[in-house]
């Protein structure tokens, strides 16, 4: 059974930063890539960052240069570390993958960024 756990969401000022995580199970998580994707209530989800088996990584415009996303394979985790934080930022951040062509989510977790 596939499992995406997202965690490290929350509040905080604009200017400021956040690390998210998302511990992975029931998938060969280091040959898997993975991908940050976020929603604002009423909008469509957008994907924001994405991180291949080999750590090649891409990143929506809106958040190069602020938003960086890397791997631990020894913990099944990947993360989004996040700087610079902007009030438009603020959403619902969510864990993603798609082995065999099944995609899987993790429950989200919110970011609320204040001005």
């Known amino acids: 059974q596939v499992r995406l756990v997202e965690s490290g969401g929350g509040l905080v000022q604009a200017g400021g930063s956040l690390r998210l995580s998302c511990a992975a199970s029931?998938?060969?998580?280091?040959?898997?890539?993975m991908d940050w994707y976020r929603q604002v209530a009423g909008k469509q989800r957008e994907l924001i960052a994405t991180?291949?088996?080999?750590?090649?990584?891409n990143y929506a415009d809106s958040v190069k240069g602020r938003f960086t996303i890397f791997r631990d394979n020894a913990k099944n985790t990947v993360y989004l570390q996040m700087n610079s934080l902007k009030p438009e930022d603020t959403a619902v951040y969510y864990c993603?993958?798609?082995?065999?062509?099944?995609?899987?989510w993790g429950q989200g977790t919110q970011v609320t960024v204040s001005s």
């Open positions: 993603n993958t798609r082995p065999l062509g099944n995609n899987y």
């Open positions: 029931g998938i060969i998580f280091s040959i898997s890539t």
């Open positions: 991180i291949t088996s080999g750590s090649m990584t």
